[in-house]
């Protein structure tokens, strides 16, 4: 049964920073490409990054120098340290797990979703 459980959203002012976690269990993140999405209200599910299984990294134009994704797997958790946030950072974040080796920023190539932690910037 594979689980990702999304944590650490909430509400920053513009400037600031976060940091959001996604732990998965019944799916090892060491054998499985992983990504971050995210979706405002009205708008399209993004791709923000993306991490492959060996660790290679991708990002969106718009939070490039601003955002990085990394995982710990040993404790079989992804994260996105978010910095020098913007309003229209503001969103749903979902982080998506897939076991082909690179699948990028396009959400529909990816098969396991968590429920979401929501990001509020002011």
């Known amino acids: 049964h594979v689980q990702l459980v999304e944590s650490g959203g909430g509400s920053v002012q513009a400037g600031g920073s976060l940091r959001v976690s996604c732990a998965a269990s019944?799916?090892?993140?060491?054998?499985?490409?992983m990504g971050w999405f995210r979706q405002a209200p009205g708008k399209e599910r993004e791709g923000v990054a993306a991490?492959?299984?060996?660790?290679?990294?991708t990002y969106a134009d718009s939070v490039k120098g601003r955002f990085t994704i990394s995982k710990d797997n040993a404790k079989n958790t992804l994260y996105l340290q978010m910095n020098s946030l913007k309003p229209e950072d503001s969103a749903m974040y979902y982080c998506?797990?897939?076991?082909?080796?690179?699948?990028?920023?396009?959400?529909?190539?990816?098969?396991?979703w968590g429920q979401g932690t929501q990001v509020t910037v002011s």
């Open positions: 998506a797990a897939d076991p082909v080796r690179a699948r990028g920023l396009d959400y529909k190539r990816y098969n396991y």
């Open positions: 019944g799916l090892p993140l060491r054998f499985n490409s």
């Open positions: 991490i492959t299984r060996d660790g290679g990294t």
